[in-house]
């Protein structure tokens, strides 16, 4: 098993993932002992997402103790006074310094937090084959994408981490980002949208907005408002369901007004992206959908959403996936070379299905080869991107001059590339299947 390791940090979970290059999909790493299977659907034959309970038990020495599912799993067996640590990552984003007895020392909730991290990422990295050079990479809450020194905070814990459990070399995405490529939101540059996480009884609603950097692809991000409160402080089970409904409203009121505030209205909103293990209670879930009539809400992906997006952008895939150049295919028509529009400006990645479908003639008797040269066509030209490596594509049998040999479908995958699959139109044995032709911009 390969692939780069993401750890998305939450208050009542951790969730682990990775990309899998055969099947071109990031997945969720199950950890023997750290991790169980989750269900956050009602659909029984729906996939289960692993995740460990951010859950910490300290033994008679600092060095030992028992994380996520081990600590679930020893409730029962418990005996003795020994506190379980949870809602670890709060510490890290407000900066107190609250010290508890742990392990036969006295430890703050950083460091607490800290020794159950560098243990997720060690297991999670034995499980995975890594070598201490591996990039881990790490979602990085809202509240850190909006104040310079929480994210100098949290990334400095965070490297604390990353070297106590045996690495040296980290990543950080923002969780907003992560979150809605995971949850299957198309991000645009200027669109808004909000992230909502309901998370071991705490909420946090954020308006982001997306963007890029002038004369570069880099993207942006920025945090209009944002609101971090207990759900009926702090356990909902305290409250009724109306009560907690209410409240939340009331936190997204605040949320939008807060954005209103900068000019920017609430019914404009690209959509509502939902994580955490709150999302899939009922009451919070319409209250969701009859608060944002209108506006699409991605609400299906609640725990994987920002460990998988994050692990698809560490990929190469990039969350403002659309196309900034028009781009064709070149081909010989008598003795005059003509292009075939392929994508145009603007066209978002990856494609609702082909974005061109064409039937390639031979040029000449006897003609088996044929390369696929890609133009990026400009007012002042056109400009081949693929020159030095076409995609080839050969058949089974030669044809006369002039003869459709073969019919193709063009589409483009998540990481921008222009993908090909062709079959022969005599024999229609496939030629080629979601091959790489050229890589867009």
Same mark, same amino acid.
């Given at each position: ?34 991790? @169980? ?19 910490? =038990? ?15 799993? $020893? ?30 020392? @006295? ?6 937090? @800290? ?82 996480? =309901? ?9 982001? /907005? ?11 991000? @920025? ?62 879930? /319409? ?38 150049? $028009? ?89 921008? /590339? ?15 299947? $979601? ?7």
């Amino acid at each position: 098993m390969a692939g780069r390791l993401v750890i998305d940090f939450g208050n009542a979970y951790t969730v682990a993932a990775y990309w899998r290059q055969v099947s071109r999909q990031a997945e969720t790493l199950y950890v023997p002992g750290v991790m @169980r299977p989750i269900r956050t659907s009602t659909d029984r034959n729906g996939k289960a997402v692993y995740a460990a309970p951010a859950l910490i =038990l300290y033994g008679g020495a600092a060095e030992e103790y028992l994380i996520g599912q081990e600590v679930a799993e $020893n409730l029962s067996g418990l005996t003795d006074d020994r506190k379980i640590f949870s809602n670890l990552k709060l510490d890290i984003i407000t900066g107190k310094r609250v010290y508890s007895a742990a392990g036969g020392r @006295r430890l703050s909730g950083q460091e607490i937090a @800290r020794d159950y991290i560098a243990a997720v990422i060690s297991r999670a990295g034995q499980a995975l084959g890594l070598g201490s050079e591996a990039v881990i990479t790490f979602t990085v809450p809202v509240a850190a994408c909006m104040d310079e020194a929480v994210w100098q905070r949290y990334r400095s814990w965070l490297a604390g981490a990353v070297r106590q459990a045996g690495f040296t070399r980290m990543e950080l995405v923002e969780h907003p980002w992560a979150a809605a490529w995971g949850a299957g939101m198309r991000i645009k540059p200027e669109d808004r949208y909000l992230v909502l996480d =309901l998370d071991a009884g705490i909420v946090e609603a954020a308006v982001v /907005q997306a963007g890029h950097s002038l004369g570069c692809d880099e993207r942006q991000l @920025r945090v209009l408002s944002h609101v971090r409160e207990w759900l009926m402080g702090p356990t909902v089970g305290q409250a009724s369901d109306n009560e907690c409904a209410n409240q939340l409203e009331t936190i997204l009121q605040q949320t939008l007004r807060q954005a209103a505030r900068l000019g920017y209205a609430g019914d404009d909103l690209a959509g509502v992206i939902v994580t955490g293990d709150g999302g899939q209670q009922l009451p919070f879930k /319409q209250g969701i959908h009859d608060f944002f009539v209108g506006i699409p809400i991605y609400d299906k992906r609640l725990l994987d959403a920002a460990a998988c997006g994050a692990a698809a952008l560490t990929a190469g895939f990039d969350a403002c996936g659309y196309i900034r150049h $028009n781009y064709g295919l070149r081909y010989l028509d008598q003795d005059h070379y003509q292009y075939r529009l392929l994508t145009v400006s603007g066209t978002f990645y990856p494609s609702d299905g082909p974005v061109a479908e064409l039937t390639i003639r031979a040029g000449y008797e006897g003609q088996q080869e044929y390369a696929l040269f890609i133009y990026r066509l400009e007012q002042g030209g056109s400009h081949c991107i693929n020159e030095d490596s076409p995609l080839i594509i050969t058949t089974g049998a030669p044809a006369s001059s002039g003869q459709a040999a073969i019919q193709a479908s063009i589409s483009i995958d998540g990481a921008g /590339q222009l993908v090909v699959t062709a079959y022969e139109v005599g024999s229609k044995q496939i030629l080629v299947n $979601n091959a790489p032709a050229a890589k867009l911009m």
